[in-house]
């Protein structure tokens, strides 16, 4: 039986279309943050925007020069998490590695972080006690229950530990008491460990790392990895390769991406309430 490809896209512009009303009736702005290299970041930083005009969000982008301090990057941050109008923040990472990522991030106040990276607030979601989740986590919540996939029974793979995706979906995995393995660049073997999983989620960032070798047949796989090699993005999972081993995928791009987005402003609404 062919697998179930997930349209990404079309997922997403379900989850932004119930949220129209709310905004149309609100009226909110946000903001993103950039330094160093912009071309890294501005497609990230584009698809945010086009969303926010579609839903008459204001929109504000404020990029900085590499060049600039930890600490003068860190007022600025602050000065712009004043603005009252501003009803959430948006820090786009990876910053460069002269910065203290997470002591900036920790200047955005806890009412406006839709990403859910200040530290207070990930202990929050830890404990159970947040208001919003992190979007990856709300992104997969979504997809299994769109497609009615019952996970209590199941075994989840998880390839890279990251802070925006592999260690806030741990987390909810431990929350929610199912047996999960993670790998990462450290783990010996490990194809052979996520090999045994029912469901795959990865998010790395390195092109094609996944292959048919990584899959037990009838997995589900859901690919948040992104890298851009020749102008081309692509995602962690050998799609081509993986795709018949798999009962449902959800590939890199138009899979996760517009998600991670749609939640993202799903979490703006829920902090407004």
């Known amino acids: 039986m062919d697998p179930i490809i997930v349209d990404g896209k079309k997922l997403s512009e379900e989850i932004l279309d119930n949220l129209k009303y709310f905004f149309k009736e609100n009226k909110a702005a946000i903001a993103a943050i950039s330094v160093g290299d912009k071309e890294k970041g501005e497609i990230f930083i584009r698809q945010k925007q086009k969303v926010a005009n579609n839903l008459n969000i204001d929109f504000f982008h404020?990029?900085?020069?590499?060049?600039?301090?930890?600490?003068?990057?860190?007022?600025?941050?602050?000065?712009?998490?004043?603005?009252?109008?501003?009803?959430?923040i948006i820090i786009q990472l990876p910053l460069p590695q002269k910065f203290n990522?997470?002591?900036?991030?920790?200047?955005?106040?806890?009412?406006?972080?839709?990403?859910?990276?200040?530290?207070?607030?990930?202990?929050?979601?830890?404990?159970?006690?947040?208001?919003?989740?992190?979007p990856a986590v709300s992104s997969i919540k979504y997809i299994l229950e769109k497609y009615n996939i019952s996970f209590q029974n199941k075994t989840?793979?998880?390839?890279?530990?990251?802070?925006?995706?592999?260690?806030?979906?741990?987390?909810?995995?431990?929350?929610?008491?199912?047996?999960?393995?993670?790998?990462?660049?450290?783990?010996?073997?490990?194809?052979?460990?996520?090999?045994k999983c029912d469901i795959v989620i990865s998010g790395v960032g390195k092109s094609h790392l996944i292959d048919e070798r990584w899959i037990k047949k009838g997995a589900i796989v859901i690919d948040f990895g992104f890298e851009v090699i020749d102008g081309k993005i692509s995602g962690d999972v050998n799609?081509?390769?993986?795709?018949?081993?798999?009962?449902?995928?959800?590939?890199?791009?138009?899979?996760?991406?517009?998600?991670?987005?749609?939640?993202?402003?799903?979490?703006?609404?829920?902090?407004?309430?």
């Open 239 to 273: 799609f081509e390769t993986v795709k018949n081993e798999t009962s449902l995928i959800v590939k890199t791009p138009n899979g996760t991406g517009p998600i991670l987005i749609a939640m993202l402003f799903q979490n703006l609404k829920e902090l407004m309430l």
């Open 101 to 134: 990522t997470q002591s900036l991030l920790n200047v955005i106040p806890i009412k406006k972080d839709v990403d859910v990276l200040n530290e207070r607030h990930f202990a929050q979601f830890i404990f159970q006690r947040s208001k919003i989740l992190p």
């Open 156 to 195: 989840f793979g998880i390839v890279g530990c990251g802070r925006l995706v592999g260690l806030p979906i741990l987390l909810w995995l431990v929350q929610q008491k199912i047996t999960t393995f993670i790998v990462d660049i450290h783990t010996l073997n490990p194809e052979e460990i996520i090999k």
């Open 62 to 88: 404020f990029h900085f020069d590499e060049n600039i301090s930890n600490n003068n990057l860190r007022k600025k941050i602050n000065e712009i998490c004043k603005n009252k109008d501003l009803k959430g």
